[in-house]
């Protein structure tokens, strides 16, 4: 089964290096026929320079900035069977791909499979309250999904989904810039099959935001939006701030 891993990357030059060197490692100690494509989203630094320096990593070039246009030009660009949405901040661990793999051939059913983000750069005291908020996915992925039919959740950056059902659904909704676009593909894929948070499917990744934002501000936001989109199909109205460390 062949693994598309798809890193939208705006202005990214920090942080795409050590990204990729993590998802080389993973895929060749996983031994999966995978490939590496970087959406570079309007970048003005050297993103993609850095990027074209890995052998075997894929380049596009997407000029309309936009997180979930990235998202949908690198699953139209991308050739594998599942595709896994990879933020360009995040550190791929050891195993990765094998659970993706093994919950994937388990549930043909099985259209998107989500988890939760470790934030290497945090505090450990942060760190177990990320953990709490994470447990509360279950409820709107079983209660929302399964009992009141309306939908589920993911984390963007840490989710893969099966082609044949995103294309069932047309793929990502570009009209979401930033806030809920995770969630809508969550919704949308959850009428076509079943989505999955699984908490075995860690991702590690930089707190830069909520470091940036606050950490109960950026998790109440991020809950808030999650609501709003199985409820209501739209998240708050406002702009996301641009987030790089240097």
Sequence with gaps: MKLSIVIPAYNEENYIGPCLKAAQKEIESSGCDAEIVVVNNAST???ASVASRFPGVRVIHEPCKGLSRARDRGYRESRGE???NVDADCLMPKGYIGEVLRQFERNRHLALLSGPFYYYDLPQAAQLVTRILYLFSFFPNVIGQR???????AQGGNFVVRRSMLDKVGGFNT???FWGEDAD???RLSRVGLVTFSMRLTMKTSGRRLIKE???RAGAVYTVNNILMIFRGRPLKGKQKDIRAV
């Design 82 to 84: 599942f595709i896994a």
């Design 185 to 187: 593909a969550a919704i």
């Design 45 to 47: 630094d050297c993103t």
């Design 214 to 216: 606050g950490l109960l």
């Design 147 to 153: 009992i009141l039919k309306l939908g589920a959740v």
């Design 175 to 177: 009209s979401l810039t």
